[in-house]
């Protein structure tokens, strides 16, 4: 019998799904760690970003790789919440810009980063006790994690989400873009050579699009009881 106070519960979904709400909320129910790999990638892009590895035609693979060596990421809890430093530095307040999320998306299809970040984050989880997201979580990093959920949304409401996240952060951005950049976001997460997107065949499917997160983490804590029982 599995104890619940020693799991790896891997959370795998769509950009805007509902999946990192859902992590939080089971990591602080069960007193896990929340590790959010998505931000990892944003990390390397933001440093990425700043370091000019970016050009119209896309990302620069020689530079990225050059600067990768020089990437320290790690997570501490600022003000009850989970924040990602670079290089000890907090560049939380940067990285949720759709911009950053955009460029996350492009670095992750690249293998040598894939590979930089997934030792990471089955390093941060090897001593169990941890709720992590991301997009492969579930068939790369923990494929063989005591819980898997694979979460999803309707595009429309995945969008709504997201475009009053960002008013609420004062960025200036329409529903329309965000749709768009959704959808890219959908199609290379799913279609990229390494990794893609997809639900592992022993995950449990959530599609919150008429769900409450009351009802989403009522739904998975159940889901949690019975697999330890």
Known sequence: MKEKNN?????????????STLAKDLARVLNYRYIDTGAMYRGVAFFAEKNNCFAEQGIDEDCLRKILQNIHLSFETVNGKSHLF????????????????????????????????????QQIGKNKRVVMDGRDIGTVVFPHADIKFFVEASLEVRTMRRFKELQEKNQKISYEEVEASLRERDLRDTTRAISPLKKAADAILIDNTTMTKEE??????????????
Do not use: C, H, W
């Not at 670079?86 to 911009?99: G, V």
């Not at 989403?216 to 029982?229: A, D, G, R, W, Y």
């Open 86 to 121: 670079l290089n000890n530095e907090d560049i939380e307040p940067f990285i949720r810009t759709m911009e950053i999320a955009g460029k996350a998306s492009e670095v992750s299809a690249i293998g040598f980063v894939r590979k930089f970040l997934v030792a990471q984050q």
């Open 216 to 229: 989403q983490l009522s739904f998975s804590l159940s889901v949690i009881n019975k697999k330890v029982k």
């Open 7 to 19: 799991l790896i519960i891997a959370i795998d979904g769509y950009a805007s799904s509902g999946k």
